[in-house]
Structure formats: C-alpha cells, structure tokens
C-alpha cells in the first residue's frame, strides 16, 4: 500500500513539475493579453475594449515602463511583463496619494489610491512624481474627479453620496463654497 503513495506522489510531483514549466515558458504577451480580456469580459463590448486598451498600452502616455496612460484607461503592468492592472478613469470617483514612510524620513512606497461609486477601487504603487502627475491630470481633464484626501471626502463616500461627492469635485476646481 505504501508504494501506492509513493507511486501517486511521484506522478503528482511530475504532473506539478510539468505545468510549471508550461507556465513559465508560456508567452509573456500572451498572459498580459489575457488579463487585458479578463478585465473587457467585465465590460458590455468586450472585443471593442481589448482594441481599446490595447490601443492604450501601444500609444499611450508612458509614465513607467511598466505604466501608461490615455484619456480612458490606466494600465499598470505587476509581476513582470505579464499581468495588466485596468483602472478605468471613467469610473473613478475620487483619487489620493498615500506615503508610506518608516520613521518619518525615509520614503518606501508611493501608492495612487482609486476609488469608484461601487466601493470597489484599485491601486497603483509608482513614484511620487507620476502620482502627482496623474493627479493633476484628473484636476485638468476628469473634473467630476474628487482629488486628494480628508475626512470630509470620506464620509460622503463611505456614505455613498455621490451627489455630495460630484458637488465637492466642482467646488474644489472653482474654489467656491457650497451653496
């Protein structure tokens, strides 16, 4: 009986062995592809979005080797070549920067947090200067974009009043009260 289990883990250990090696010989613009569908499938024309973000990676504003950006979509590339990270624009509500720092002085992480109306979000680790970049990007073009963050904008999201958000986006770009 014992050789049984011998026999069965060896054939587990190779068939284990076999797929790994599958999988890291697998074409890494064949995975990053993959992912881009895996996010379009979510979407009501998902060939159309692929070309679309497709288009993005090719032509769009490189903030990172690994990072571009258009009027539409933010895709961020993790783990290597292989794995697309979507943020689409039109679907964020509010955007902050978060530091992370160890005693105060020494910066170790610059993180583009992204929030939607659905309370889902997304994050994008990359340098201070990008975020900042993309930030104002979202100030100048996206202006039903809630940028930065304090405890206000929080609880109207955490509300879920998106009204209360929109009117907080359109008093930060012309510095008015509200009414």
Known sequence: MKL??????AIILILSSAALCCKIKEDPEKIFVKSLRRYANTTQQPDATVERLKKTWESGE????WCRMDEKYIIECINGPCY??????????WAHKTVTQVNAVIKTN????LHYANHKGGT???????????????????????VGYNREVEK???KGDMAG????????????PAD
């Open 84 to 93: 697309a990270n979507v943020i689409p624009i039109q679907e964020v509500i």
């Open 4 to 9: 049984y289990g011998e026999i069965f883990s």
């Open 62 to 65: 490189q903030l990172r080797d």
């Open 165 to 176: 958000l929109k009117e907080y986006a359109r008093q930060q770009r012309t510095g008015t």
């Open 124 to 146: 994008i680790s990359i340098s201070e200067t990008a975020v900042d970049y993309i930030l104002q990007q979202f100030m100048e073009k996206h202006r039903e974009i809630v």
């Open 110 to 113: 610059t993180s583009l947090i």
């Open 156 to 158: 109207l999201y955490l």
